[in-house]
């Protein structure tokens, strides 16, 4: 089995017209392994590199350079030391070298990319939208068309990885098109892990870009002007043109406030560099067509519907029909709704709600739950059960909420009524509920250790005749008969 970056080679080479034969030769693999990987692309699990001993130490170490570039080695070491390293001074000095030149200051030469041969991305962070109770962190990823400045701006309240692609997949849709390739900073999740030139992409961003046939391109550590284009044209721009005085009441305002800016404000302006409006220097033209399939980059995961038929996600809980009590079923959710999915089929769908703590119910859910009960409670077995006083009605209620057949169950209730009699059976069902024990078989192990006080009841042959359930008599009228004659003989 071959890494995703091979994988992600063979495709990139495809998509460049080259025959599965030159491909084999130029990465040095077997035909049969690039049609493989051509028709069905399994990248295996990343491989984890052994930490070395400065490995720990390297974000220190780029925060003194960041202070002064010409720092000594020695100097570094000391104050390393001062932090718990208990390296050589070998591999320090061998490490600066390698560091040590990014820091100082040089010149760069300002470029100009064809039409549609790159967009560059980019995050910023932008305060927070405030619901009710809870806050949420409101980010921003820039997208910018290098060749035309033409922008795109999706807001989110995450940074995660269905965030990313979410985000980008919605930015193609808009410019109607891909470029060839997308140049990003070195997050984690574009890249997973650099040293130096050497640099191992996020899986997952690889089998995303696949079907676009988009390169991805990293800056080099702490050269922002390498994707400078988005630094100042996108998150710059936003955050000094686009957010002051503004305030959002939730990511749909945001996002809603967004567009407009963007329509009529970002991609109308004449741009400082190009002297042109980014609307009419971008030509859609050139940029590749969008594949006859969109990948599907809702976040999903497998959640467990609990016996208030809800589901927990989020911080919150979400209503389900309640047949799908006890069983697991598949959430995708985007910034704005959420859908429950059993297998393949649709079962909810739910506005997303960013604030904390909330219970979102459907009035259909909570309907088909009173339904449930109203079925349940228009058994004969189970109203005279529900009769038998409030710790039964109780019990009763309890092992509906569990999911048990109510009406197998009220029936074997009522068989160990009539071999053990009504008093030793609401003994049973308090002791069962003490333990939190809910179910026939709990009540019949109590009562089995229970003397038999009563002979089973004559069996007729009309089964409808032995259905009948007759309360015990009242004893206290034979006393007053029995007390009564008594007085008269006397």
């Not at 999903?300 to 029909?321: E, G, L």
């Not at 049973?428 to 109590?446: D, T």
């Not at 009562?447 to 007729?460: D, E, M, S």
Request: hydrophobic fraction near 40%.
């Amino acid at each position: 089995m071959i890494d995703a970056r091979t994988v992600f080679e063979i495709h990139r080479l495809a998509h460049l017209g080259q025959s599965k034969r030159k491909i084999a030769k130029t990465l040095h693999l077997g035909r049969t392994t690039v049609a493989r990987y051509l028709k069905t692309p399994n990248a295996p699990r990343p491989r984890y590199v052994r930490c070395g001993q400065l490995d720990a130490f390297k974000q220190m170490i780029a925060q003194m350079l960041d202070q002064q570039a010409d720092v000594s080695g020695q100097v570094i070491k000391q104050r390393l030391q001062e932090q718990g390293y208990r390296g050589g001074k070998t591999i320090l000095y061998n490490y600066l070298k390698t560091v040590r030149q990014q820091y100082l200051p040089r010149a760069f030469i300002r470029f100009e990319s064809a039409a549609g041969e790159q967009m560059q991305i980019d995050w910023g962070h932008f305060g927070a939208i405030t619901y009710g109770s809870t806050s949420r962190k409101l980010y921003g990823l820039g997208v910018l068309e290098s060749h035309g400045r033409m922008l795109y701006v999706h807001f989110s309240h995450s940074q995660d990885q269905d965030s990313l692609h979410q985000g980008l997949l919605n930015a193609f849709v808009f410019f109607n098109g891909t470029p060839k390739k997308i140049i990003c900073d070195n997050m984690l999740t574009a890249v997973i892990e650099r040293d130096g030139p050497l640099i191992r992409y996020n899986e997952a961003f690889l089998n995303f870009l696949r079907p676009f046939a988009i390169v991805p391109q990293a800056c080099h550590v702490r050269a922002a002007w390498e994707k400078g284009k988005v630094e100042k044209g996108a998150i710059h721009y936003l955050r000094h043109n686009f957010m002051p005085l503004r305030t959002f009441v939730s990511l749909s305002d945001a996002m809603a406030q967004a567009v407009e800016w963007r329509d009529n404000v970002a991609n109308q302006r004449i741009h400082r560099s190009t002297g042109q409006k980014p609307i009419e220097r971008f030509n859609p033209e050139l940029l590749r067509p969008l594949p006859p399939v969109l990948p599907d980059c809702r976040q999903a995961t497998t959640v467990k519907v609990h016996k208030d038929f809800c589901i927990h996600f989020d911080a919150n809980t979400y209503s389900v029909p309640p047949y799908l009590i006890g069983k697991r079923v598949t959430l995708r959710a985007d910034a704005h709704q959420l859908w429950l999915y059993l297998k393949d089929k649709q079962v909810a769908q739910h506005i997303r709600c960013w604030q904390r703590g909330q219970r979102i119910e459907l009035a259909q859910h909570r309907q088909a739950v009173i339904d449930a009960h109203k079925k349940y409670w228009a058994h004969a077995e189970v109203a005279i059960l529900m009769s038998l006083g409030e710790d039964m009605k109780h019990y009763v209620e309890k092992l509906i909420d569990t999911g048990c057949g109510i009406k197998k169950s009220a029936t074997k209730l009522l068989a160990l009524r009539q071999r053990f009699g009504e008093a030793a059976l609401i003994d049973a069902v308090r002791h069962a509920m003490a333990h939190n024990a809910f179910g026939c078989e709990y009540i019949e192990n109590i009562l089995a250790r229970t003397p038999v006080k009563n002979h089973a009841p004559v069996k007729l042959n009309k089964e409808e005749l032995n259905r009948i359930y007759l309360s015990p008599p009242a004893l206290c009228e034979y006393d007053a008969l029995a007390i009564e004659r008594k007085y008269r003989d006397e």
